[in-house]
């Protein structure tokens, strides 16, 4: 059959890739249970029947309010298969942002996971005058809640009763039509509705499918919030195009059980996943003495010049395979063994990920690929390949994607993933989206000769200094978490006389230096107060600036006494540093890194 929309993928799917093991998830026992393709269509046909009971009717808006589980994907399916357009939801958003985006969409029906995101819904339902039916994953003591076990078996006896034809399994939509309204994250702001039809995904899929070495013999741990449009397309949609089977962790805390109790082969994440892996292979490594420590960074540094000759197409001598063969026995071996020891491919997408990072990872072989892309881009509009590989970059444009670069170096992009619109908001879709299609991204990049994209940062990241120089702060950003000393960083310096910056130290290393120094600091206000601790990032502040510009050194720096979080509104739920919200809540320490502005006498 000719795929052209979600549905339709679905359906060829599960027939042209019939698998015992489909979906998997953690069930209350702690195990791990599969359900079929054919239990998963069926699962999928009766939701879409018992949303019809419901009145459900094509183009009717369904959100989702859950963390990731098997019946998300599950609600997706059956309400994109009823015709509706979903509304997914981040469900670690404040209240008062889930209020505003159910109000702009006016979903007629809302999926739920548990009972404390019903009662985020029961406190404004209210207010949602649209909103008829809430469906809870789970029982809830709350009133007029409709349980997902009630819906299915709702829809599965109006099928045993009058069984629909084949072709009407599903409401049959135009390509062209809207899937999905996904909100954007944001990090100032009200989120925008991002309207993307059926063919933008598709489109994505088939041509992302195709480019990248996954197959039914493929097992992908699912983690990233499926709200996100990376997870969505690329963890749900297109395993299930490959016929690949699909895991999803328990909860974020757990994916390093998750992953070595279903070992995929295959994972999505954004950099932050990575950079942890790494950072507690150097914090375990530097705590080990003698000689684990000098054997790791001797492995790290084998991997990275690995990594490199690979890249440039070099063949490695006899005694360099030697060194990396003993490498991969004492280190790399066992890296990919608390990987699950399936791993093949893992992608990363969201931010800019630290080429030294990608390096030591793909050296140790654990290849991850790196892409770049936007909501409003279904997501992916560039990818590294195997084929197609250069450390650094994004990758090149995939087929049927076109790139160029405005004369203020902004990425402006065109092609069949292309969003529709922002929902109900003509003027925002005008600023970005031109008459020929050529969307504004809003990032500042350049592509090289062989057509490779370098992303820069973000336009509205730029600092401007007092001194009118424009200052990128993600590459200053990635160069310092890469240190095992750092978690977080954070550079200040718009309308500044020079530039500082906020870093969260990494504090399971840094309470094993004290140690080893003496230092007898309790807490973590202890440490980053103690005049030893502020000498050691001195240094490392000096070591970064000698790879600087006199203009993007840095010439202060605060340390944090805790990691920004998504609760405390300061990271997106991608995990993207909010710099306003960042600036204004630490005005005050900020301020401490600069003088004080000289007193201008009125007369």
Known sequence: MSVQTIPDLFLAAVREFP????????????????????????????????????????GDKVALLSENRIEWALADLGSLCSGAVTVPIYPTLLPDTIEYILGESEPVAIFVSTEEQAAK?????????????????????LPDIMTFDKLKQIGQNLIEADPPAPRDECVDVDKDSPCSIIYTSGTTGNPKGVVLSHWNFVSNVMTIKDMVPISSADRCLSFLPLSHVL???????????VGASIAYAEKMET??????????????????????????????????????????????????????MKADGRESGALFKFKYAVADKLVFGKLR?????????????????????????????????????????????????????????????????????????????????????????????REVLDEEGWLSTGDI????????????????????????KNIAPQPIENSYVVNKYVVQAVVIGDRRQFLSILIVPNFETLQDFAASKGISAVGQTDLVRHPQINTLFEGILNKMNKDLPGFSQIRKFTLLEREFTLDDGELTPTMKIKRFAINA???????????APLDVDDD
């Open 445 to 468: 990049g350049h592509l090289d000769e062989d057509g490779f994209l370098f992303i820069t940062d973000r336009k509205k990241d730029l600092i401007v200094t007092a001194g009118g």
């Open 337 to 429: 063994a608390k990987l699950g020891g399936r791993i093949q491919m893992m992608i990363s997408g969201g931010a800019p990920l630290n080429m030294k990072i990608n390096q030591f990872f793909n050296g140790a072989g654990l290849n991850i690929l790196e892409g770049y892309g936007l909501t409003e881009t279904s997501p992916i509009l560039t990818a590294n390949t195997f084929e197609n590989f250069r450390y650094g970059s994004v990758g090149k444009a995939i087929p049927e994607t076109e790139l160029k670069i405005a004369e203020d170096g902004e990425i402006l992009a065109r092609g069949p993933q292309v969003m529709i619109e922002y929902y109900k908001n003509e003027a925002a879709t």
């Open 19 to 58: 698998r015992p093991d489909c979906f998997s998830y953690r069930d209350d026992s702690g195990q791990y249970v599969d359900v079929s393709s054919e239990e998963a269509l069926r699962r999928v046909k009766a939701l879409r029947m018992g949303l019809k009971s419901l009145g459900i009717q094509p």
């Open 231 to 241: 997870e969505r397309m690329g963890g749900l949609f297109t395993m299930l195009a």
């Open 585 to 595: 809540k630490y005005k005050d320490i900020i301020d401490t890194m600069y003088p």
């Open 255 to 308: 994916v390093p059980q998750d992953i070595i109790d279903t070992k995929p082969t295959f994972m999505i994440s954004v950099p932050r996943l990575y950079e942890k892996i790494y950072a507690k292979a150097i914090t375990t490594a530097s705590g080990a003495g003698f000689p684990k420590k000098n054997i790791f960074f001797w492995a790290r540094d084998i991997a990275i010049s690995h990594a490199k």
């Open 121 to 141: 819904i029961h406190q404004i339902r209210d207010r949602l005058p649209s909103l008829r039916d809430v469906i809870s994953f789970e029982r809830t003591s």
